[in-house]
């Protein structure tokens, strides 16, 4: 182009594939754009500071919270340390002093022996060398006329088509570079040479240049996740090359079905091989420049009657008629150099020739020019005959008072050996000396003086402001010095670009011209809309180009060390990256690859001025397209003035040493840890979880140090421990003695307060830094593994009161706690399934012209959100109906809403349990139901079970015990969470081949069915209450059994609480107790008896419990042996009591204390038949025993209740067997806590509405992906008092 000419004359998901399992993408060579504000994924923060905080920074000497945490950091004076005393410790290799540094605050101050004054005469700018660092084309017509050269032929040209990767991101974060907004409307297609090949399907009026769309604020968007095409619409463009290739009888492309219905992967691959012959999954085609151009000339001409003949299908959400394809092409990271000696001729024809710019929109580029700094030793004379025929001037062209000058008269140097500067026409100053003998210097930007460079005219008041933001990336723990970067140009740049802007603009004619007459000026028309603009820039120091230019990010950045510690229990593909990682870190630690880059002379560190600059070439004025320069503005004196002024000037080489030096006691903390634990790291190891964290946050403190970016730094965790507030607000980082015992990094001792880990105020996890590494080194799988195990663990010594309070056994706390943990990635699981696959069915119709269909799909959508936001989404009660109306489609006819069940039929939750243990303790396990496709669960609950097993042992539980354990606390977690029915895999067809094993969204199965009799539970899920009568219960056994004259007893069976009657039995007696003394029922009135068994029931439940003067017992203990020996001798066929159907003998002796079978019906465990059941009842007539079936039943709610009732169990439990009286009159007598109901339609329910609260405070952690991370108050430690303090908060 001629504008880049008119220069030299004068002087950025998992979107982008990964090629080498083993290699992570952010080592990869570049794809994207350099960005001084591009960091790796894998230290992306999801609660990162924001670069705000850092610019703020500069200039408040405070952090700004109201923390406790803030607060002492606050309080705490920080120190200065000077540079020349890090180098000191460095090269002494003192690790144990710098370390030592890190406990409190410190400051670095670089002193005169590194830096040298810019203010000397002998010390002087230099502007140059310059490249060109990024090129972006855009058409302006349909095709791929962005790509295509000038030339008619060229034997070396040829494009490579790839269509397998369509699902690629566009790389340039900044979409200003495009004159339309590029969410979902780019698809990769290829490449030739170093650039990439796009097609960007926009809307029709992008072809209209001056329709209103075309305006930057509204440009046409679309609703879609990110800048690549759906895959539906990316198949589409597919098919049409397949389409033009098949006209084109290109190789041996054939379409067989044109618009293949439905549009699906392999039904392209079925129409066409343009993506893979057989058994190839991944083509590449070749294309001439011929056969390129025409392909560009079908897109262009056939592409309206493609879409005109296509299917209403693939037109229904009108993408393919609303928009058309245009060619984009992208290069970058080439740093190519411009202006170069005598080749000014041979640029010019290859720019000509690169591009036939008739059909280009846009042209985006970018231009980096670098400014370094020479001490000069030796200077000679430039004679005068060399500064040309031009009139020369004392002042630039900025100072209206300049005069004319002759070089005859005026001295070279001034008294005090400075230069007398002359200029020329234009105002560039005219060089009268150069240097023979120099140094060149480093430089980095002053970020204190920075804004000046932005600054703009006072306003009416005298008051100075920015023109545009900018953001500061500090560099070298210097907090002062580093890299900037902006949305708009320096401020005194921007008169020069207005200047060339003006040259290129095309003149306004007929009637556009707007002037009267006599405003007419011959040679001086007015010019129509700009068409140069300025879009960013960025200022950093030549050194990241250089250790980033074959990789996306150096190995500093990359978090190798705690990928290195976690990766222990990495399975399949996953533990090839730790080994990898492994060996990387035994052969040389990052931060000491990146000193053996940058060590020795010469290396580069002049400051990069890099301005990115858009050119509208479709309204360019072509007589003007020489231009004026860009590249050589930078010498303006406007310009390079303020630019001086912000530099700091260093010695020759001392850039690179500064950032060894002033990271030197991070560097040091890293190897400590390393030589610690790296002899430890074998396949299967436990790295302790708080060892890994704090590494990891040291590894984002260094990489801040190396780029300067907030994001890296977790302002939850990171702040807690001062590591991101000291680095800052100090630039050298610190580190709190909340966290790191107080004198122990001194001794080289790394000694982690575990208690005082912070922790998820709901979800009590501990918080992380390294979750990332992990997920993109690993994958999510391997983190919430991790996590589980990190969360569990903790809680082992700090578990808080309110988690399964009801359990007194810490081993089963702990136990349970883990299940539930590992169930809440199972609900995660399946919220995800459901989530993608609800989603994916409604999505045509959410874009679609039917209404009816849309308005259905928006009630799905609608009903999908309220369940996703639910606690317990495997419940019966609430969440079930959100449920049915996502998952049923009524469109389908299905008005009766309901879930397809499974073939399996009702199971009960011991078979749910029994699958998840067989599954999770197999090796190398094949993945079934329940476990989800692509879902977490199966590794965290593996996590879980053995993490249970410890708590086991711990507990001196042994053998088969420990199976029992386990089952029964993962059982007891169902139960508490509320599982009663789960996603299951498809039901079988009439197909052959295997059943399928994935889960799908639509089939469900009942976890109802009553299961077989367990094995006596562990005396641990008991109350004390009822451990201490089970435990009298068997003595009492024992005893009588050794007497052969003892009376029958029911301890002669051995009281057994896994037998569903004996243990109701139990529960009967405690809340029969707890009524004493008002155990008798009211005088009764025949005629006022119901005679149905129904409205007896009713009646029987509704009676007062009263008390008789001078008859009962007043002491509640005797009554639960009592009552329970009663019942389980009325059940036993074996007891003398149940073979006497009036019972007399024990009426006679216990009627007095109010033990009758009377009260057996009120108290849920016997059914009244007929009226003189209130009168002399006849046991098995009048009065009936429950069926096995129904005391199971029975049995099953009631302990369900307790469990998962929280502290309103009881009185659930009591409402349910016993009904609503008895269980206020318990409530009075404070036994249980009562809740106030809440009615459903006028009516009160019994089952359904008698809410429970959870086991533990934690949301899903579905919702928490969803959540704002920077609601700091979520956050607390697990110590006591804390724990305490909210109790009685609440």
């Given amino acids: 182009m001629d504008i880049l000419h008119a220069g030299r004359e004068q002087d950025d998901n998992n979107d982008n594939p990964v090629v080498d399992d083993n290699v992570d993408e952010d080592e990869q060579p570049n794809n994207m754009p350099f960005n001084v504000s591009e960091f790796p994924r894998q230290l992306a923060a999801g609660d990162g500071h924001v670069q705000e905080d850092v610019r703020t920074a500069l200039y408040q000497q405070q952090a700004e919270s109201g923390r406790d945490y803030v607060a002492n950091f606050n309080t705490t004076p920080p120190r200065t340390v000077t540079l020349t005393k890090l180098r000191t410790m460095y090269r002494n290799k003192d690790s144990l ?180 012959r057989v058994d190839e999954n991944h083509r590449r085609i070749i294309l001439r420049l011929e056969d390129f151009k025409r392909l560009s000339h079908i897109l262009n001409t056939g592409w309206d009657d493609w879409v005109a003949q296509a299917p209403p299908s693939w037109k229904e959400d009108n993408f393919l008629t609303n928009n058309a394809p245009v060619g984009v092409t992208i290069r970058y990271g080439q740093n190519q150099p411009l202006l170069v000696h005598g080749a000014l001729d041979d640029e010019r024809r290859n720019w000509d020739n690169d591009r036939n710019y008739t059909h280009i929109r846009q042209f985006t580029f970018s231009l980096a020019t670098h400014i370094s700094y020479l001490d000069v030793r030796e200077w000679r004379e430039v004679p005068n005959f060399q500064n040309g025929d031009g009139i020369i001037y004392d002042k630039s062209s900025d100072d209206p008072m300049r005069t004319e000058v002759n070089l005859e008269d005026l001295p070279l140097l001034d008294g005090d050996g400075f230069e007398i500067n002359v200029y020329n026409e234009q105002g560039f100053r005219v060089p009268r000396r150069a240097p023979v003998q120099f140094s060149t210097c480093g430089a980095l930007l002053n970020l204190h003086s920075v804004h000046e460079l932005f600054r703009s005219d006072d306003d009416a008041h005298g008051n100075t402001r920015n023109k545009a933001h900018f953001d500061v990336y500090p560099l070298a723990c210097t907090k002062t010095l580093g890299n900037i970067q902006s949305r708009s140009l320096i401020s005194n740049f921007l008169p020069h670009l207005t200047q060339i802007d003006g040259a290129l603009r095309p003149p306004l004619i007929g009637d556009d011209d707007n002037r009267v007459e006599g405003d007419i000026v011959p040679g001086d028309p007015i010019r129509g809309a700009s068409v140069l603009h300025g879009i960013s820039c960025q200022i950093y120091n030549e050194l ?69 600059y858009t050119l509208d070439v479709y309204r360019m004025n072509e007589e003007f397209r020489n231009g004026r320069p860009l590249l050589k503005t930078w010498s303006h004196p406007t310009v390079l003035s303020p630019i001086k002024d912000t530099i700091v000037v260093f010695q020759p080489n001392r850039i690179p040493s500064l950032f060894a030096w002033a990271t030197f006691p991070l560097t040091a903390l890293l190897e400590t840890i390393w030589e610690m634990h790296s002899n430890t790291l074998v396949d299967g190891a436990v790295i302790d979880p708080c060892i890994i964290e704090f590494t990891s946050m040291v590894e984002r403190a260094l990489n801040f140090s190396h780029t300067g970016n907030a994001r890296v730094l977790c302002r939850r965790l990171m702040d807690r421990a001062w590591i991101s507030l000291g680095i800052i607000h100090d630039g050298l980082p610190s580190i709190s003695d909340a966290f790191v015992a107080y ?103 959410l874009e679609g012209d039917d209404r009816h269909a849309r308005r259905v799909a928006k009630d799905r959508q609608t009903a999908l959100g309220r369940w996703l936001d639910e606690d317990y989404p495997l419940s019966y009660s609430g969440p079930l109906t959100y449920l049915l109306r996502a998952v049923v489609d009524t469109n389908e006819g299905n008005t009766a809403l309901q879930l397809t069940s499974s073939h399996l039929g009702n199971k ?113 899920f008991l109350t004390r209450r009822e451990s201490i009568q089970v435990a009298a219960l068997n003595s009492s056994a024992q005893v009588q059994l050794r007497d052969s004259r003892g009376d029958w007893s029911a301890s002669e069976t051995t009281f057994n609480p896994s037998i569903p009657l004996h243990h109701l039995s139990l529960i009967v007696s405690i809340a029969f107790s707890g009524l004493v003394p008002c155990v008798y029922a009211p005088p009764f009135q025949k005629a006022g008896i119901p005679k149905g ?9 509704n009676l007062e419990w009263v008390s008789r003067p001078k008859k009962g017992g007043i002491n509640a203990e005797p009554f639960i042996t009592m009552v329970t020996t009663f019942i389980i001798a009325l059940y036993d066929p074996q007891s003398p009591t149940s073979s006497r159907s009036d019972v007399r003998e024990w009426v006679c002796k216990h009627s007095n204390k109010g033990i009758t079978t009377l009260a057996l019906c009120r108290l849920g465990l016997a059914k009244a038949c007929t009226t003189r059941a209130f009168f002399s009842s006849k046991w098995g007539i009048d009065i009936q025993a429950l069926t096995s079936s129904e005391i199971a039943e029975k049995h099953e709610e009631v302990i369900r209740l307790l469990k998962t009732g929280g502290a309103y169990g009881g009185y659930d439990a009591i409402m349910y067997l016993m009904g609503k009286r008895t269980a206020d009159r318990l409530a009075k007598n404070l036994y249980v806590k009562a809740r106030a109901l809440p009615t459903l339609g006028g009516t009160t329910s019994h089952f359904s509405t008698a809410a429970s609260t959870p086991s533990s405070s934690s949301p899903l952690s579905f919702k928490r992906t969803r959540r704002d991370w920077d609601d700091d108050s979520r956050v607390t430690t697990a110590g006591a008092d804390e724990i305490s303090q909210k109790k009685k908060r609440s």
């Fill in 908 to 1020: 009960p939750i011991s078979f749910f349990v029994d699958k998840i243990i067989k599954q999770s303790t197999t090796t190398l396990p094949r993945r079934q139901p329940p476990f989800i496709a692509g879902g977490n669960f199966l590794a965290v609950m593996h996590v879980a079970i053995e993490e249970m097993k410890r708590c086991a042992s711990r507990d001196s539980i042994q053998g088969k015990d420990v199976d029992s354990f386990v089952s029964e606390a993962i059982s007891h977690v169902c139960e508490s969470l509320k599982i009663n029915h789960i996603p299951w895999s498809a039901n079988p067809t009439l197909d052959r081949g295997n059943h399928s094993s994935n889960i799908v969204h639509n089939v469900w199965l009942n976890l109802g069915a009553i299961g077989a009799p367990k094995p006596a539970p562990s005396a641990s």
């Fill in 544 to 612: 990241s180009h250089r250790v980033r230019d074959e990789a996306k990010f150096h190995p500093v950045q990359l978090g190798m060390i705690s990928a290195a510690l976690s990766g222990t229990t990495a399975k399949d593909a996953a533990r090839r990256r730790w080994t990898r990682r492994l060996q990387q870190c035994n052969h040389s630690l990052p931060h000491e690859r990146f000193n053996d880059k940058v060590s020795g002379d010469n290396q580069p560190q002049a400051l990069r001025f890099e301005n990115t």
């Fill in 743 to 845: 004198g122990s990094l001194n001794t080289g001792k790394l000694v982690i307060r575990q208690e005082l880990w912070p922790v998820d105020q709901d979800t009590r996890r501990p918080l992380t830094s390294s979750r990332r590494t992990q997920e993109l080194t690993y994958s999510k799988e391997h983190y919430e593994a991790y996590e589980a195990r990190f969360t569990i663990r903790h809680a082992i010594n700090f578990l808080p009161a309110n988690i399964f309070p009801h359990i007194n056994n810490h081993a089963v706390r702990i136990a349970c706690y883990a299940a539930e943990i590992a169930f809440r990635v199972y609900f995660d699981d399946v919220k995800h399934l459901v989530y993608a696959k609800v989603l994916h069915e409604i999505e045509p119709a």
């Fill in 97 to 276: 002093g710098a370390m030592g540094m890190l406990s409190g605050r410190h400051r670095l101050v670089i002193g005169n022996d590194h830096t040298i004054p810019k203010d000397g005469p002998n010390v002087v700018p230099r502007v140059g060398p310059h490249y060109i660092d990024h090129i972006l084309y855009v058409g302006n017509r349909k095709g791929l006329d962005a790509a295509i050269p000038k030339i008619r032929a060229d034997h070396n040209w040829q494009v490579t088509l790839d269509l397998a990767n369509t699902h690629r991101l566009w790389p340039d974060s900044n979409v200003a570079c495009l004159p339309f907004n590029p969410v979902g409307r780019m698809v990769y297609i290829g490449t030739r040479l170093q650039e990439q090949l796009w097609l960007a399907v926009v809307p029709t009026t992008f072809f209209e240049p001056n329709h209103p769309d075309n305006a930057r604020a509204a440009y046409p968007a679309l609703n879609a996740p990110s800048t690549a095409l759906t895959q539906r619409h990316a198949l589409m463009i597919v098919m049409f090359i397949a389409h033009a290739f098949t006209e084109m009888l290109l190789q041996d492309i054939h379409c067989r079905e044109r618009y293949p219905v439905p549009l699906t992967r392999a039904a392209v691959k079925e129409s066409t091989d343009i993506l893979g």
């Fill in 1093 to 1101: 068994s129904n409205q007896l029931a009713l009646y029987v439940q």
